[in-house]
């Protein structure tokens, strides 16, 4: 009989709960549903998402059957605005509570996908019930909130307390980088738990035959300047001036949505971008929010993708970019940016990398990949699928013993 497995975390799939979510969540779920599927089969798994809403209203507990999982998306009476308005996050916490107090089965495992209002929270609720063994917890850390986001000091404060504090009481971890594990041994020696950069599960490979005259890019994420997308775009810009001798045309396909507060003033920036661009004769398209069907046809369709990350930022050492293995599972040549997590990682030997911010320097290391495109895919081919191989296999058997 398979045992009780509760996976806390931001569960978002518009197909379930489009009403709910007002900012896509593609890489916390898609992260969720690659350990899901390294677990179900001794696990029986209820992935618990905690209330949050675009739309103002009580929203009902709503539990979604998949193949081989539950969801269960928590109730939360919303304002209507921001979801992470105190009084959306305070309604959030209370159902959450009260789930964990009385829908809960006694000594099951637990997964929480640390958030730092939620983590403290569920650590709390499951003390009090008195019934759930420190060692059957495990927190997923994909980012110290505190330390990567561009937020208040307020607010950079209390979510190093609350994050923190969450650290020093459990012994079980799925880290997300090198840095994040070694900083959480620190704060407490007996920490131990698996690194997984995301989704190491080979999804697709086809050799790319790049045209003489044309070239397709694509990137998939966030629009923002923090992850990088308005750099390359000036990076674009300059490599058209600088190398407009190859007549090359260049089609970049991007997929996502606007982020943060500066969302607004970042969308102005970035059509502006877009139709200098276009004036040079480099087109750009912007698709907006992909399904998951869609996404996967433009990357089948792309031959380089980009993960643009500023390494100026925080970010990049405090997280960890998950496109990167989205792209690579897909048989794809990732131009990324030499952030600090990744320069620390074992997959940066199967990258193509730029080491500076400066427009320039990204325009010409996008020209030498473009010169030297099917050697370095070829050189590249085997040793990828070898990697990612055993990757997915190590990381099974590690999560396996943990949750053991």
């Known amino acids: 009989m398979k045992e009780d497995l509760y996976y806390f975390g931001i569960y978002a799939d518009p197909e379930d709960i489009y009403e709910r979510n007002p900012i ?19 696990f029986n798994v209820r992935v618990v998402s905690p209330g949050f809403a675009g739309e103002s209203g009580v929203h009902r507990t ?13 109730s939360i009476k919303s304002s209507g605005y ?14 959450l509570r009260k789930f964990i107090k009385h829908e809960l089965k006694d000594n099951s495992k637990i997964i929480i996908y640390s958030n730092p209002w939620q983590t403290l929270t569920i ?20 980012e110290f909130h505190g330390q990567a986001r561009e937020i208040n000091l307020i607010k950079k404060s209390l979510y190093n307390y609350f994050e923190f504090k969450s650290f ?19 704060l407490n020696p007996k920490a131990q738990g698996p690194i997984c950069y995301g989704e190491y599960r080979m999804r697709y490979r086809q050799r790319q ?65 877009i139709d200098a661009l276009t004036i040079k004769g480099i087109k750009v398209v912007f698709h907006g929010f992909l399904s998951e069907e869609e996404l996967e046809k433009k990357l089948k369709e792309s031959d380089i993708c980009i993960a643009p990350q500023l390494i100026a930022s925080s970010f990049g050492k405090y997280s960890f970019p998950s496109k990167v293995l989205q792209y690579l599972t897909y048989g794809k040549i990732v131009f990324a940016s030499n952030i600090e997590a990744i320069n620390n990682s074992s997959i940066k030997d199967h990258l193509f990398l730029y080491d500076s911010d400066f427009p320039t320097v990204i325009a010409d290391r996008l020209h030498e990949l473009l010169a030297n495109f099917h ?20 990381f ?7 949750l053991n």
């Open 24 to 42: 896509p969540a593609p890489g916390s779920t898609n992260k969720m549903k690659y350990i899901i599927s390294k677990i179900n089969s001794r």
């Open 62 to 74: 709503k539990r979604v059957r998949k193949d081989n999982y539950e969801i269960i998306y928590l």
């Open 168 to 186: 020093k009481n459990v012994y079980r971890y799925i880290f997300v980088n090198e840095y994040i594990k070694n900083k959480v041994i620190v």
């Open 396 to 402: 099974e058997i590690e999560l396996l013993e943990l």
């Open 375 to 394: 050697y370095i895919q070829k050189e590249n081919s085997g040793e990828l699928n070898k990697y990612l191989n055993e990757k997915d296999r190590d």
């Open 82 to 95: 921001d979801y992470i308005k105190l009084c959306d996050v305070i309604s959030s916490l209370s159902y």
């Open 209 to 273: 035959t790049l045209s003489n005259d044309s070239i397709g890019l694509f990137y998939s994420g966030s629009i923002d300047y923090e992850r990088g997308i308005m750099n390359f775009l000036e990076a674009l810009s300059v490599y058209s001036d600088k190398y407009t001798s190859r007549n090359l045309k260049i089609v970049l396909d991007i997929c996502g949505y606007f982020h943060g507060k500066k969302g607004g003033e970042t969308k102005k920036s970035f059509f502006k971008a």
């Open 123 to 142: 650590l709390n609720s499951l003390k009090k019930r008195n019934d759930i063994p420190k060692d059957n917890i495990i927190i997923e850390i994909e």
